[in-house]
């Protein structure tokens, strides 16, 4: 599979986010599909000089900005999310993807007149999975400190590290073990 070459269920949510990008006013160039593409494709987050190696190809050899440019430009179209933690990529699940009762053309929160885009990430430090969730209550909660400091939130991203249900369960059994054998016997 070539860069540029994705799979009917990556193709149609890139198609979904040229649609969104049109409404907002945005263009979804070549290289900016490719770059989307390229995130929603990988199965962990993806650092911009992974996808700079990526798209590179003998006749085509584009330099660290085109990708930072590329990446912004998705970032403030709410197609993507940057894992401070990781320095890194994941796409936006809520905005991509189909969900029961989910508006895939605006999913995100508004306070006052500004648009709110927030994210919420359970982050795996063993396997360095990502899952973006959304909870509302979080939200409510940061927009009531802000008020009660009367600052003014344009943005908001929690990132919960810890182990994911595979690895946690990975974890349990050495330790169990490790416990009876220095747990006394009882006599």
Do not use: N, W
């Amino acid at each position: 599979m070539t860069p540029t070459e994705f799979s009917p269920a990556t193709t149609s949510q890139l198609d979904r986010a040229d649609a969104l990008c049109t409404r907002q006013g945005g263009r979804m160039t070549q290289q900016r599909r490719e770059i989307l593409g390229l995130i929603l494709d990988a199965k962990t987050p993806v650092g911009a000089y992974d996808l700079l190696e990526k798209i590179k190809t003998p006749d085509r050899r584009p330099a660290p900005p085109t990708v930072y440019r590329a990446l912004d430009f998705l970032l403030e179209h709410g197609l993507i999310h940057r894992i401070e933690r990781l320095s890194a990529f994941v796409p936006c699940t809520h905005l991509l993807h189909d969900a029961p009762g989910h508006d895939p053309d605006h999913c995100h929160d508004h306070d006052h007149d500004t648009c709110l885009h927030t994210a919420q990430f359970l982050i795996c430090k063993s396997c360095k999975s990502v899952t973006e969730i959304a909870d509302s209550s979080l939200l409510t909660t940061l927009r009531g400190i802000c008020r009660e400091q009367d600052f003014v939130m344009q943005g908001a991203s929690i990132e919960v590290v810890g182990l994911c249900a595979d690895c946690a369960a990975k974890a349990r059994p050495a330790g169990k073990a490790a416990r009876k054998q220095a747990a006394p016997s009882p006599s």
